[in-house]
């Protein structure tokens, strides 16, 4: 599968944006987005529209230069800003090459000179069952889950601690809170992202550094076409819940008002998954006693 990993960016002002109103806290700022697979390209998409149409100075990053180019003519054309917007830069890398970050951070950097706000955003799904699933496809999913996300953060880090100043953001999923049966891979890199970025936190909370993880349930996006299967293969089916999903729109809105608000950790899901993350904690019997019969349920209507 050639997913396309793509970012954005924008640039703060002299003075630090107030806490309140998510609009006046992006106008002038520099953005940077981790990168998107394929499936989440949506995502990145209404956020850039919505940080552009605020203020933001924004660089747009990914594997796909076509999609790119494409998608700052469509902002250049945007009539919905009423602030003064600037025009974006683009910077082609594949987030899942270590090879190619420092290269690519230095061209960020060059853009317009720092990064105020970076938000990790790439995401490839999975499907499948443990048992079949091999280790190609666990480190593939990590890698681009996982590693090449925080492998930008930390390129980007330096120069945020040497300003005292700068915004992480992490766009998990409610997986990296509970775990779904058949989604081991998917779960386990949104575990581990949720994970790293709350000790990022703590660690760069006396640099003036704010770390934010934002984790939405189902969007509607082509997550689930795109996800890749216990032997590497294309999934291919829209699930009933991820069509049903979130709206790109509504989550590129709550990620530009987390940021605004500097929220430390965000839940995007309705009642019931969210009551699903306190039950994990509270009575974890009974979670896993629903998650077994959720298993069953799936495998049966699987044939397996």
């Known amino acids: 599968m050639a997913g396309k ?7 703060e002002g002299a003075a630090r944006q107030p806490r309140a109103g998510s ?3 992006v106008q002038g700022r520099t953005w940077c987005d981790g990168g998107a697979e394929e499936q989440t390209r949506p995502c990145l998409q209404e956020c850039a529209k919505v940080f552009y149409a605020a ?3 924004l660089v747009l990053c990914g594997r796909n230069r076509e999609a790119l180019d494409e998608l700052t003519r469509e902002l250049a054309a945007s009539q919905a800003a009423k602030v003064q917007t600037h025009s974006p830069y683009t910077v082609t890398f594949d ?3 270590p090879g190619t970050i420092v290269a690519a951070t230095a061209e960020i950097l060059q853009c317009f000179g720092h990064v105020d706000v970076l938000i990790n955003n790439a995401g490839v799904s999975y499907r499948g069952a443990i048992v079949d699933t091999t280790m190609d496809v666990d480190k593939r999913v990590m890698e681009t889950n996982y590693f090449g996300p925080i492998a930008l953060t930390k390129a980007l880090l330096p120069s945020m601690i040497q300003r005292r ?3 992480v953001v992490a766009i998990s999923s409610i997986q990296g809170k509970i775990s779904l049966p058949f989604r081991s891979a ?3 890199s949104k575990h581990a992202t949720q994970a790293f970025f709350d000790c990022l936190r703590a660690e760069v909370e006396q640099c003036g550094i704010e770390v934010t993880v934002i984790s939405p349930s189902y969007i509607h996006t082509s997550l689930s ?3 890749v299967t216990a032997d590497g293969s294309r999934y291919g089916v829209m699930d009933e819940k991820t069509a049903q999903g979130r709206s790109p729109v509504e989550v590129a809105r709550d990620v530009l008002a987390a940021v605004g608000k500097r929220k430390k950790d965000v839940i995007l899901a309705d009642l019931l998954p969210s009551l699903a993350v306190y039950l994990r904690t509270l009575a974890p019997g009974l979670f896993f006693s629903l998650m077994a019969s959720r298993a069953r349920k799936e495998r049966k209507s699987k044939t397996c």
């Not at 990993?5 to 640039?11: F, L, N, P, V």
Request: hydrophobic share 40%.
């Open 23 to 25: 609009g006046r806290a």
């Open 95 to 97: 987030l899942t090459d």
């Open 186 to 188: 998917y779960a386990a």
């Open 5 to 11: 990993r793509q970012a954005w960016a924008s640039r």
């Open 55 to 57: 203020g933001a100075r």
């Open 165 to 167: 100043q700068g915004h």
């Open 225 to 227: 076409l795109n996800a």
